[in-house]
């Protein structure tokens, strides 16, 4: 169960500034409609440094339903926006978070399409700068279209990406008809991000039986290409410095390593043929992002990260059996003397969450660890011994779902200018608000009054000046301040660095009339008031 009790103070404020409605956040960019979140879990001190990188869209059955607008959102942790992707990125967008590509920070997301019904999606990977442009768009020379689940980054130069590609194939052998004919081979390729050169690529029909699928094949299943038999489901792939790669398979609850010379099998996690013994409590099915952490010198021991599901959603009763009551992000390690398994540290979420599909465990470099509870639609960081220091739930009231979930450090420059709007808030004072999306940097905020349209920073008189501490920063101005000028009066900001360095200045607007000014109820808080 979601819990609401709790709303984060600055969404409390927000939702007070936003003055008419809960939809209309910011003055200054009243085309952002932002999910806001629901911390139940405030940050402590050792939280990790860094924003929260998310793309909540619509739970299944309720794409009419919030958020107003699916998107790439950088949030802090008071949940204060940093910056959305709205005109940056465009249709569905996932696995957006902070990368190196090149030598510099930049960010990486996949954009295109997603067919809810199947679980996988077509489309693009962007990559954008520290000014959020574009920058590279991965774009392999065979003809086959990525899907969503995989977009990772090696060593700044490749990408891992995954491809969902329907087959014709006698599924007879699996208990398929003769008329079910269509099976999804899940293709592993790295490409060369400049050149699009391919420099690797398996199939998972070359390596992995449909045998080994615990996916039913229903009755409408394999009948045509777009509804083959998805028995393998690719959803994460990792490379370690040898140059073998780590896959998981969601339909056959299994993780695998990959020879990097040939894509044969070196050992198995799970499923049918699983190359360990597991206890128990590391029993696990239908998993996602299964990551390399480290490995022993002599290489005996490796360890390894990835979330486990425990839970899947095709539409029969034995699909449904768990081996756990709650997902969990695990850290797993491997012993390859006596072929064992062990559980280091288990991660669930305070409120138990089930996630049927998606989900990610990241370990951040402090060791925390922050853990994307997929179709729940919340995230949760931890500290190494499971204590959970942060919560939140990527909406206020409305069934969303997010694929993977991300923090990292991050500085935003945009190049766009900064949004602002004065309005005649009463006869006596002017409401000035500014915002600069995606930006980190900006500490100061300086208003100014120009007559008529000068271009210099240096030509306005100072009016006002506060502290940026949101997306958006307001400040009320007594009227006299502006009005000497007349009708030729034009006010403008300036951002400035926590040093004093000049940043930006936004372009020059009149003052206009607050059309939605409304009489003051007792009790009511004005922006800027608090």
């Not at 295109?112 to 991965?138: C, E, K, W």
Request: net charge negative; aromatic share 10%; hydrophobic share 35%.
């Amino acid at each position: 169960m979601k819990s609401t009790s709790f709303l984060s103070v600055t969404a409390y404020i927000t939702l007070l500034s936003g003055h008419t409605s809960a939809e209309w956040q910011f003055r200054s960019r009243p085309d952002l409609y932002v999910p806001r979140l629901n911390i139940t879990i405030p940050a402590t001190n050792d939280i990790a440094p860094g924003y929260i990188f998310v793309a909540p869209y619509p739970s299944r059955g309720h794409y009419e339903a919030l958020p107003e607008q699916p998107a790439a959102y950088i949030f802090r942790n008071n949940g204060d926006l940093v910056w959305s992707s709205l005109g940056y990125l465009s249709g569905f967008v996932a696995n957006f978070h902070a990368v190196r590509f090149n030598g510099q920070s930049a960010l990486q997301a996949f954009q295109g399409s997603i067919d809810a019904n199947h679980g996988r999606g077509y489309g693009t990977f962007q990559i954008l700068n520290g000014s959020y442009r574009p920058i590279a768009q991965v774009q392999g020379l065979t003809n086959k279209i990525p899907s969503i689940h995989e977009f990772r980054i090696v060593n700044e130069k490749t990408a891992l990406i995954e491809i969902y590609n329907p087959t014709p194939y006698d599924l007879t052998p699996y208990g398929g008809t003769g008329e079910q004919k269509w099976i999804i081979d899940g293709i592993l390729q790295e490409v060369d991000i400049e050149t699009g050169e391919l420099i690797f690529e398996i199939h998972s029909l070359d390596i992995v039986s449909p045998a080994d699928s615990l996916a039913p094949i229903l009755p409408d299943t394999g009948l045509t290409g777009p509804d083959g038999w998805d028995y393998f489901h690719l959803n994460s792939i990792d490379k370690d410095d040898e140059g073998n790669y780590l896959i998981s398979a969601r339909h056959t609850s299994a993780i695998y390593k990959l020879s990097g010379k040939d894509g044969s099998i070196i050992w198995q996690l799970g499923g049918k043929r699983s190359t360990f013994k597991l206890p128990t409590e590391l029993k696990f099915s239908h998993q996602h992002d299964a990551r390399f952490l480290n490995r022993s010198v002599d290489g005996n021991i490796e360890t390894i990260s990835f979330f486990d599901n425990s839970a899947w959603n095709f539409d029969d009763a034995k699909s449904r059996l768990s081996p756990h009551s709650s997902s969990r992000g695990l850290i797993v390690e491997l012993n390859h003397v006596d072929n064992s398994a062990k559980l280091i540290r288990e991660y669930i979420s305070p409120d138990g969450h089930l996630a049927e599909s998606q989900g990610n465990t990241q370990v951040l470099p402090n060791g925390n660890v922050f853990i994307n509870w997929g179709q729940e639609g919340a995230v949760t960081e931890f500290r190494a011994d499971g204590t959970p220091i942060f919560n939140a739930y990527l909406d206020s009231g409305g069934p969303v779902q997010n694929y993977r979930g991300f923090r990292h450090e991050w500085t935003g420059r945009p190049r766009e200018v900064p949004a602002i709007v004065a309005v005649r808030s009463s006869k006596a004072s002017t409401s000035v608000y500014v915002s600069w999306n995606g930006d980190t940097e900006v500490h100061l905020w300086r208003f100014y009054v120009q007559g008529g349209e000068q271009a210099e920073a240096t030509t306005g008189r100072k009016i006002g000046q506060a502290k940026r501490d949101s997306f958006e920063t307001v400040v009320t101005i007594p009227a006299q301040r502006i009005d000497y000028l007349g009708a030729s009066a034009r006010v403008f900001a300036a951002g400035f660095a926590v040093d004093g360095t000049f940043l930006i200045r936004s372009h020059a607007v009149v003052v206009r009339e607050d059309v939605h000014a409304q009489v003051k109820k007792e009790g009511e808080v004005e922006p800027g008031e608090l």
